[in-house]
Structures are given as structure tokens and as C-alpha cells.
């Protein structure tokens, strides 16, 4: 296991080494591309809302819904092999499922409202995160993401704007996205400073999720859509390192969905919880498309 783990993150190393050599920035083709493909996985979370379609990719499968329901965490790859092509880089898009006994929505919010907190549930891939402005329907915050493989620590910062949306008392959704995102050069050195954004090796230029939660079943049943943007691989090394990129895309949403499901499992009863964000007015009733 641990021959594998350093083979696969030297595969890596060979990928993100040229990378560091040769910087790259993000073109308005590839930002185009982007859009696009954002466009077409929301509309494909809108169609889930027509009448007779189903709200959750894990009710999609019998097989699946039961590994779900006996606490698997499950993730899949949501078109093809989890990444596709687009001019100048790679847009990486898995979806998973986990399931939060004993939990109600109201619990769910708690942990996925409370940014200040990030840094702790999603610790280590989470650095730093603070809230930067919330109200019942939208919320701003930043992180700060990073990864060390060997001898690369990379840390990209961002800001995001999140919006809840409910489909009923009991189901609804979140989209979140990026507002800026600049990678940070020498992290955890001396000389640390933040680059110009769309600069830099291009290890994230852009993330977008989807989330999708239900409570039925004595427990809540979550899913979470990661979408991200990145640089191309080169193609000598992509039969290497493409499985290693996979595995790791893999790994972050299965740790990231236990550790919500854990947070959850953990909190204080509702009476003993400090004010969070977003929770004034519960978490907001908002029609398809944001209009009141």
C-alpha cells in the first residue's frame, strides 16, 4: 500500500513538476468553456425538479441507494470517466452520497452554514475560511484550499457566494461558486504572497458544487456534486497520471462528505448552538432561478 501511495504521488509529481516550471494562464477559450459546462449542470439540477423526475442521483440506483443507506459513502465519476477536455484544460466533475442518521435539515445547516468552522471539520484540505457575508438566501465566504504531494505544497485561496434554495419542507439544494480564486506562491515560506488571478501553475481555476439533501428515513441523506477547472495535462504523461488525478478527486469528496456527516453526528443540541450563518430565518424558500 504504502509502494502504491509513492508511486502514485511521484506519477503526480512528474505531472505538476513541469507545471511549476512553466507557468500558465488561464485563457478566455478555456474560461469560455467553463461557463458553458457550468450552464449545462445546472440546467441538469433544474430537470431534477420536474414532476416525475428523480431528486436524487442515489434513489437513481437500487444497488446504490443501499450502500448509501448502510453508511457507505459513494462516489462516481457524474459524465464519463470524471473529466473532460476543453481548450487549454480539464474540467473534473464526480458526484457522491452519504447518509446522516438521526440528523434533520436543520442539523445538516448548522455545519454547512457555520464557515468560520471549515478550517476545523474540513481540516487538513481546508487551511483557513471565515464568513464574509451572509443573509437568508445567500452567503459569502473564503478558503483557503491545500495539498501537499512530496515535495509540492500547493494553497489556492478563493471566495465564494453560496445559494440555498428549498424544494419543499423536507428537500432542497445549494449552489456554490467561485468569485476569485488566486493560488498562493512559497505557502508556508518565507516570501509568501498571492498571484494575479488566472496566473500561476493552474493546479484549481475554478470550482463549482451542487447539493442536493433530503430528510426522510430517520436521517438525512446528502449529496454533493465537485466541479472543478484545472490545467491540462500533457500528453506524454496523461495514461500516468490521469488515474492518480482521479483517485485523488475520488479521495477529497469521500473525505469531504464524511466529515460533514461526522460534524453533523457531533453537534450540540439546538438550544446550546451559538448563531450562525444563515440561521435567522431558518434556511430560505427561493423558486427555481433565484426569484422571490
Not at 40 to 49: K, P, V
Request: overall charge neutral.
Amino acid at each position: 500500500m504504502r509502494i502504491a501511495k509513492r508511486v502514485g504521488g511521484a506519477a503526480l509529481l512528474a505531472a505538476i513538476l513541469p507545471a511549476a516550471s512553466i507557468a500558465v494562464e488561464l485563457q478566455r477559450g478555456t474560461l469560455d468553456a467553463w461557463k458553458e459546462y457550468i450552464r449545462r449542470a445546472d440546467a441538469r439540477m433544474q430537470e431534477r425538479l420536474a414532476a416525475g423526475r428523480t431528486f436524487l442521483w442515489t434513489d437513481e440506483s437500487g444497488e446504490r441507494r443501499s450502500r448509501v443507506e448502510q453508511g457507505e459513502v459513494v462516489v462516481a465519476p457524474q459524465v464519463g470517466r470524471g473529466t473532460q477536455e476543453v481548450p487549454g484544460g480539464l474540467i473534473h466533475d464526480w458526484v457522491g452520497a452519504a447518509f446522516l442518521p438521526h440528523a434533520g435539515i436543520a442539523d445538516l445547516m448548522a455545519v454547512v452554514h457555520d464557515y468560520d468552522r471549515y478550517k476545523e471539520v474540513y481540516r487538513p484540505a481546508v487551511a483557513d475560511s471565515k464568513a464574509l457575508a451572509c443573509d437568508t438566501e445567500e452567503q459569502e465566504f473564503s478558503m483557503t484550499w491545500r495539498r501537499r504531494v512530496l515535495f509540492v505544497n500547493a494553497a489556492i485561496a478563493g471566495n465564494y457566494r453560496a445559494h440555498d434554495f428549498a424544494v419543499d419542507g423536507r428537500r432542497g439544494y445549494n449552489i456554490a461558486e467561485t468569485v476569485s480564486m488566486r493560488e498562493i506562491e512559497n505557502y508556508g515560506h518565507t516570501g509568501e504572497h498571492l498571484l494575479p488571478a488566472g496566473s500561476g501553475n493552474g493546479y484549481i481555476w475554478r470550482l463549482h458544487s451542487i447539493a442536493r439533501w433530503e430528510e426522510r428515513d430517520g436521517g438525512v441523506y446528502l449529496e454533493m456534486e465537485a466541479i472543478a477547472l484545472t490545467r491540462d495535462i500533457p500528453g506524454s504523461l496523461r495514461w500516468l497520471v490521469a488515474p492518480v488525478v482521479n483517485r485523488l478527486s475520488i479521495n477529497s469528496l469521500t473525505t469531504m462528505l464524511r466529515q460533514t456527516r461526522e460534524a453533523v453526528g457531533t453537534l450540540p443540541p439546538a438550544a446550546q448552538r451559538s448563531a450562525l450563518c444563515g440561521r435567522r430565518s431558518g434556511w430560505a424558500i427561493v423558486k427555481r432561478g433565484g426569484e422571490e
